[in-house]
T-cell receptor
């Protein structure tokens, strides 16, 4: 079945360590996104990529990095520079690098990161 | 800048009854899209319904309808005939649409409303 796979579902990290969250999609979508969700809050955009080898900062990019070497993959690295990384991270994708009609996002099941 | 406000932290409804979840928005854009997503306790985000700012008719998708009042900048979600499986967090979101009605998936989300359906 087509969809978005995020791994790991749960991740624990010690302070000062970088961690990478995986996001893979087989929907043949051009655009991919990373959102962060804190308890009781809505989602905030971290980074997005509309086409391979290109990505843009979202509203809260500081302390994060991404790469887009393949259409199917958009990994997110949470660096030690991120002051408060404990959160739920959601990856999403949508079709059409030039934009799509409605903007509907397809989401993965999320990765929950806890910093000890 | 865009802003979404959901003023109901939690809502309760009896099974089989209808419920309205409120959403107001603020934007200076002339063309925009409005969304509702459902987030069950498992965490995934499920797309429910979409309304474009130039759509004259309110969007409907099965038991979901969007009560779009452009002048009041509101986009309330109406769920008819509530089911126990509707218990979840519900998010209202919006995006700015480029000329031609396209979007880049950069959504602004509200803080959500937790809906609990009682048997």
């Amino acid at each position: 079945d087509g969809g978005i796979t995020q791994s790991p579902k749960y991740l624990f990290r010690k302070e000062g360590q970088n961690v990478t969250l995986s996001c893979e999609q087989n929907l043949n979508h051009d655009a991919m996104y990373w959102y962060r969700q804190d308890p009781g809050q809505g989602l905030r955009l971290i980074y997005y990529s509309q086409i391979v080898n290109d990505f843009q900062k979202g509203d809260i990019a500081e302390g994060y990095s991404v790469s887009r070497e393949k259409k199917e993959s958009f990994p997110l690295t949470v660096t030690s520079a991120q002051k408060n990384p404990t959160a739920f991270y959601l990856c999403a994708s949508t079709g059409g690098a030039a934009g799509i009609v409605t903007g509907e996002l397809f989401f993965g099941e999320g990765s929950r990161l806890t910093v000890l | 800048a865009q802003k979404i406000t959901q003023t109901q932290p939690g809502m309760f409804v009896q099974e089989k009854e209808a419920v309205t979840l409120d959403c107001t928005y603020d934007t200076s854009d002339q063309s925009y899209g409005l969304f509702w997503y459902k987030q069950p306790s498992s965490g995934e985000m499920i797309f429910l319904i979409y309304q474009g700012s130039y759509d004259e008719q309110n969007a409907t998708e099965g038991r979901y309808s969007l009560n779009f009042q452009k002048a009041r900048k509101s986009a309330n979600l109406v769920i008819s005939a509530s089911q126990l499986g509707d218990s979840a967090m519900y998010f209202c979101a919006m995006t700015s649409l480029e000329a031609g009605g396209t979007s880049y998936g950069k959504l602004t989300f509200g803080q959500g409303t937790i809906l609990t359906v009682h048997p």
